[in-house]
C-alpha cells in the first residue's frame, strides 16, 4: 500500500502537483538503484531535497513549455488559404445543393473581361474555376482594350436586367480611358458580387447586411476561422484603398453586436504618406497587421512584435535574381517575420483563394435575392 502511495507522490512530484500531504509522503520514499545490485542509497528524501527535486521538475517542465512557445514563435503558424477556401467551397457547394433541392434555378455569374490583361484572365479563370467546383454556372464576357466606356456600360445593363444573371462582376483593373468607379456603380448592387457598388460600400459602413467585398470579407474569414482574437486587440491595416484597405479596416474596428458584426479591434491605417519609422511605431505593438499596400517587403522582422498575426494582402510580381524568372511575392519578409510571428499568410496560396470562395458566397446570395433595394434609391446612389 505505502509503495503504491509513494509511487503516487513521485508522480505528483515529476507533475509539480504536490500537496503538503504528497511532500510528507515523499520525503519517505527511498530512491532505489537502476540496475541489480546493492543500492546506491537506501536513506528516506530529506524535506530539503523533496523541495530540491521539485524545483528541478519545476524548472524542466519550465524548459519544455519555453521550448514549445520559443518554436511556435520562431516557426509562425503559417495559415493556408487554401484549405480554408476548401472549407468555404465546401460550404457553398452544400447551399447551392439545398438551393435547388428546393426546386430553384442554379446560381449563374457573368464575368466580364476588358482586354489582354495576362493576371486579369488568370484570375478569371480561377473564379470560373471555382464556380463549377460548387455548382454555380459561369460565364465569361471578352471584350477588346478599346471598347468605350458608353459600350461597357450598355452591356451591364442588359446583364442587369437579365434575370438569368444572378451575379455580376467587372474585371479590374480597365483600360485608363474607363472610369472604374463609373462601371462600378452601373453593376446592380443586388448583383455586385465584388461589393463595390457605392451603396454596398455605405451599408458596410454602417454595418448593415450587404455584399461584402470579397477580398476584405476573406481577410476577415482568416482571423475569425483561425481563432485569432480582435476585440480590444491593436491592428495596423498597411493601405487604404477603397476596395481592400478602408474595407478591412470597417470590418475589424466594427461593432460585433450590429447586423453585419465587426471584429471590435482599435484600427491604425497607414498610406503612402506615412513615414516607415512611424509605421514602425505602430506595428510594434499591433496584435495584428494586415498589409495591403502593393510593396515588396514592406513590413520587415524588425517592425513585428513578438507572436503578431500577420496578414499578407499584396500581390507583387518581381524578377528572381536566381532564376531570372518573375515570381509573386507579397508586402511582408515572409521569411524573416515568420521567425518573429505567431501566424503568416504566405503568397501565393493565403488571402488570394479565400478572395475567390468568397465571391462564391456572394453569387449565392443573390441568387437568393438576399439584399432587396428600391430601384429609385439605387438610381439616386449611383448617379450622385
Not at 46 to 54: E, F, I, K, N, Q
Request: charged residues 25%; hydrophobic residues 40%; glycine residues 8%.
Amino acid at each position: 500500500m505505502r509503495g503504491g502511495l509513494q509511487r503516487t507522490g513521485l508522480k505528483r512530484l515529476a507533475a509539480g502537483r504536490l500537496s503538503r500531504t504528497d511532500l510528507a509522503l515523499s520525503a519517505q520514499v527511498v530512491v532505489p538503484h537502476s540496475r541489480p545490485g546493492p543500492l546506491v542509497s537506501q536513506q528516506p528524501l530529506t524535506m530539503a531535497a523533496v523541495r530540491t527535486l521539485r524545483k528541478l521538475c519545476q524548472h524542466s517542465q519550465h524548459q519544455v513549455c519555453k521550448l514549445h512557445t520559443t518554436a511556435s514563435r520562431q516557426e509562425a503558424v503559417v495559415i493556408s488559404g487554401r484549405k480554408l477556401a476548401r472549407q468555404i467551397r465546401d460550404e457553398a457547394r452544400l447551399d447551392v445543393d439545398k438551393w435547388m433541392m428546393a426546386g430553384n434555378r442554379r446560381p449563374h455569374l457573368s464575368v466580364v473581361l476588358v482586354g489582354n490583361n495576362p493576371a486579369s484572365h488568370s484570375y478569371v479563370l480561377n473564379k470560373t474555376r471555382s464556380a463549377a467546383d460548387v455548382g454555380i454556372s459561369s460565364e465569361t464576357i471578352l471584350k477588346r482594350s478599346d471598347i468605350s466606356e458608353e459600350e461597357l456600360l450598355d452591356l451591364i445593363y442588359k446583364l442587369n436586367t437579365d434575370h438569368r444573371v444572378d451575379g455580376l462582376l467587372v474585371q479590374l483593373p480597365l483600360p485608363d480611358h474607363i472610369d472604374e468607379r463609373t462601371i462600378c456603380n452601373a453593376v446592380a448592387p443586388t448583383k455586385d458580387v465584388d461589393g463595390f457598388h457605392v451603396v454596398n460600400v455605405g451599408r458596410m459602413c454602417l454595418d448593415q447586411s450587404t455584399m461584402l467585398p470579397a477580398t476584405p470579407w476573406g481577410v476577415w474569414e482568416i482571423i475569425k476561422r483561425t481563432g485569432i482574437p480582435t476585440l480590444g486587440k491593436n491592428v495596423v491595416v498597411a493601405g487604404r484603398s477603397k476596395n481592400v484597405g478602408m474595407p478591412i479596416a470597417m470590418l475589424l474596428h466594427t461593432d460585433g453586436r450590429h447586423e453585419r458584426p465587426g471584429g471590435d479591434a482599435t484600427v491604425t491605417i497607414s498610406h503612402r504618406y506615412t513615414p516607415k519609422e512611424k509605421l514602425r511605431q505602430h506595428t510594434k505593438i499591433a496584435d495584428i497587421v494586415v498589409a495591403a499596400a502593393g510593396i515588396p517587403n514592406l513590413i520587415t522582422a524588425d517592425m513585428i512584435k513578438e507572436g503578431a498575426a500577420v496578414i499578407d494582402v499584396g500581390i507583387n510580381r518581381v524578377r528572381d535574381p536566381i532564376t531570372g524568372k518573375d515570381r509573386l511575392v507579397g508586402d511582408v519578409d515572409f521569411e524573416g517575420v515568420r521567425q518573429k510571428a505567431g501566424f503568416i499568410t504566405p503568397v501565393p496560396g493565403g488571402v488570394g483563394p479565400m478572395t475567390v470562395a468568397m465571391l462564391m458566397k456572394n453569387t449565392i446570395k443573390a441568387a437568393k435575392n438576399v439584399l432587396l433595394f428600391p430601384p429609385e434609391r439605387i438610381r439616386m446612389a449611383a448617379a450622385s
